[in-house]
T-cell receptor, first 113, second 115 residues
């Protein structure tokens, strides 16, 4: 059983399009995250949700909108895609209050043409 | 300022060599956690270890060992008798409690182990 899953794994799209990435975790964690990894491998947090409530919102363009329908799911919707959005997006989950490790999904490689 | 530095961008070794990956952090927090993650060429991020700031015991797990030195704010990672499968990017990621409540990833060290 995959602990943290993301779909799709690859996403190739044109500038200006809108796309979504889905994430699900079956670890029973209450906190989920989105990270962006650029071409130089820098990993930076974008958002974090705890029990469906937004708790971290880094300086991210408002074209990016996370949505958490329940604590096992955290989706990322991106409007008006730009070339600079090309990156690998990772979803992760952890149990808040325990400072336990974050477990990451396999990543979604987004390429904007 | 709270930050993490992995000064070694790339390391290249021959199989069976020992290799140490450095991690230095800055914080005024007394309570924090330190993590290491591995990212092999396949791209996934694999959790390796978690250490809290009150536990300065070194840890060994197979060929992996971690040296936590609070006095020098370092949390170094050593691979003994490296293998080709150890080739990956390794990230040090502190979690600081002082208002950040998030992992801060270092820039990563790319380790290449050659046969």
């Amino acid at each position: 059983d995959t602990a943290v899953s993301q779909t799709p794994k690859y996403l190739v799209t044109q500038m200006g399009n809108d796309k979504s990435i889905k994430c699900e975790q079956n670890l029973g964690h209450d906190t989920m995250y989105w990270y962006k990894q650029d071409s130089k491998k820098f990993l930076k947090i974008m958002f974090s949700y705890n029990n469906k409530e937004l708790i971290i919102n880094e300086t991210v363009p408002n074209r990016f909108s996370p949505k958490s329908p329940d604590k096992a799911h955290l989706n990322l919707h991106i409007n008006s895609l730009e070339l600079g959005d090309s990156a690998v997006y990772f979803c992760a989950s952890s149990q808040r209050g325990q400072q336990g490790p974050q477990y990451f999904g396999p990543g979604t490689r987004l390429l904007v043409l | 300022a709270q930050k993490v530095t992995q000064a070694q961008t790339e390391i290249s070794v021959v199989e069976k060599e020992d290799v140490t990956l450095d991690c230095v952090y800055e914080t005024r927090d007394t309570t924090y956690y330190l993590f290491w993650y591995k990212q092999p060429p396949s791209g996934e991020l694999v959790f390796l270890i978690r250490r809290n700031s009150f536990d300065e015991q070194n840890e060994i797990s197979g060929r992996y060992s971690w040296n936590f030195q609070k006095s020098t704010s370092s949390f170094n990672f050593t691979i003994t008798a490296s293998q080709v499968v150890d080739s990956a990017v390794y990230f040090c990621a502190p979690w600081f409690s002082g208002g950040y409540n998030k992992l801060i990833f270092g820039a990563g060290t790319r380790l290449a182990v050659h046969p």
